[in-house]
Each structure stands twice: as structure tokens, then as C-alpha cells.
């Protein structure tokens, strides 16, 4: 139909329990190519991508931890499937530091833990063979400390000192620090920051747009939303154009 708005359509799976700590969610997004340019803003997680162009190309890319917005040129992407990573699946999913691809992401190859085109046809499928894979791939044995320290990091919205997560867990700040930068390229404190920014959208979307986390002031609250987002609270909530797909896509159902 001539004039027709396509919306894109997009769904969220909830990890198996037996994975939940390595695996954020499964996301699935179609018509992505209907939002034309748009802007990814940090979440705090890694992105395993597994997505078919309009052309029928398969692709599949790893994403680092974002810091800053990053403006995405519009795609032609007709189906787009994603493992989205907490950060202990690096070590202990992925196997290697990710801490090179800050603020950027590396092609993989189109065979990747042996997917194909063929599971972008079918999400549950999809979500079925990754979280075998996963489970796999996880040792049997997983460090207690940086278990517990990404709860508390989680639990309190990375609302938490350094001192405070390094008294609980009984890992020297020093060392965490040392973890944090060798395996993800930021230090914990910045890596806070993205969790309190990521749990602000929430309120942002419900409009209110004052802090209902502890920043200092008003002020402080703009200037940090600003510089991760690249927009102010108020941009954020009209969300014009939906460019902000992970601003969309922020709460699971």
C-alpha cells in the first residue's frame, strides 16, 4: 500500500536459568531496515550478531562494550538475531578479551559455532542451538569473586564503589580494575556509569526526566545522559523517528 509505515518489529527471550548469568537476553529485530539511520548507545553488554541483508548475505559480527552514541548508517537489513552478553561471558563464554574491539565490532565467520542463514528463519530454533552451544562451552568451574561482583554490579544498577565491591567479593580494587581494563577496555568505575545511564532510560521513557538515580544534581544528570546518548533526557523521550533502538528496546518484557 502506497504511503504504508513499516515498523520494526522486534522480540525478546529471556536466557535459560542454567545461562542467565553469561546471557543477558536473545533479541530478534525485522524490518530493521526500516528505521533508516540510527544510533546505538551503551548498554553494557557484548553483542553476538547474526543478521541476513536484503540481498540475502549472512553476516555475523561480535561487538564490543559501547562508551559513546554511534551513528549507524541505514542498513538493509531484513532479519537481525543477537546473543546480547553480560560481561562474564568473556572469559568464560567467548574465551578471549574484548577489550580490542571497544567501541567497535569484528566480522566473524558466516560459520561461526556452526550457524547458518537457515536459523534466522526461525527464532526459538535460533535461541534452542545458542544456548546449547553455550552451555557447552561453559567449564565447570567459575570464579566465585567475579560471579558475586557482577551481581552486586547488576543488583544496585552499578550504583556501588569500587571499595565497597572489593570489601564484599575479597578481590583488591587494584586487581578488579586490572580485570576490567585487560578483558573489556574500561575500568569498573566507567563501566558503573553505563549500568546507572542504562537504568535512567527506563525513567526517561516513563518522562521523568529529572534523576531518579544518584547523580550530584540536574545538571550533572543532562551532562551524563548527553554523553552517552548524544541526546538530553528530553530528546530521549520523544525518541523522534525511533532512532534510538535500544532506548525501544530497553525493557523486557
Known amino acids: ?24 537476553c536473545f533479541s530478534s529485530i525485522q524490518n530493521l531496515s526500516a528505521i533508516g539511520q540510527g544510533v546505538i548507545i551503551p548498554n553494557g553488554r557484548i553483542d553476538l550478531s547474526f543478521y541476513k541483508t536484503s540481498d540475502g548475505q549472512f553476516h555475523i559480527s561480535l561487538l564490543g562494550l559501547e562508551t559513546k552514541p554511534k551513528v549507524t548508517p541505514g542498513q538493509s537489513i531484513s532479519t537481525f538475531f543477537a546473543i546480547n552478553f553480560n560481561p562474564l561471558a568473556v572469559e568464560y563464554v567467548l574465551g578471549h578479551s574484548v577489550a580490542d574491539i571497544l567501541d567497535k565490532g569484528k566480522s566473524l565467520p558466516d560459520d561461526f559455532w556452526d550457524f547458518s542463514i537457515d536459523y534466522l528463519d526461525d527464532f526459538n530454533a535460533f535461541c534452542e542451538k545458542a544456548t546449547q552451544k553455550i552451555q557447552s562451552l561453559l567449564p565447570r568451574e567459575i570464579d566465585g569473586r567475579k560471579r558475586k561482583l557482577f551481581a552486586l554490579v547488576f543488583q544496585t544498577n552499578g550504583e556501588i564503589t569500587v571499595k565497597e565491591l572489593s570489601e564484599t567479593v575479597g578481590w583488591s580494587a587494584r586487581q578488579i580494575n586490572q580485570y576490567f581494563n585487560q578483558q573489556f577496555g574500561i575500568s569498573l568505575k566507567a563501566y558503573c556509569n553505563i549500568l546507572r545511564f542504562q537504568a535512567s532510560l527506563s525513567h526517561i521513557k516513563e518522562g521523568k526526566l529529572f534523576p531518579q538515580l544518584n547523580y550530584y544534581d540536574q545538571s550533572h544528570f543532562i551532562k551524563e545522559i548527553k554523553r552517552l546518548s548524544g541526546a538530553s533526557p528530553k530528546e530521549l523521550f520523544k525518541n523522534e523517528n525511533r532512532r534510538f533502538l535500544q532506548f525501544l528496546m530497553n525493557e523486557m518484557e
Open 1 to 24: 500500500m502506497a504511503g504504508e509505515i513499516i515498523v520494526p518489529l522486534h522480540t525478546l527471550a529471556k536466557p535459560d536459568k542454567s545461562i542467565s548469568d553469561f546471557v543477558y
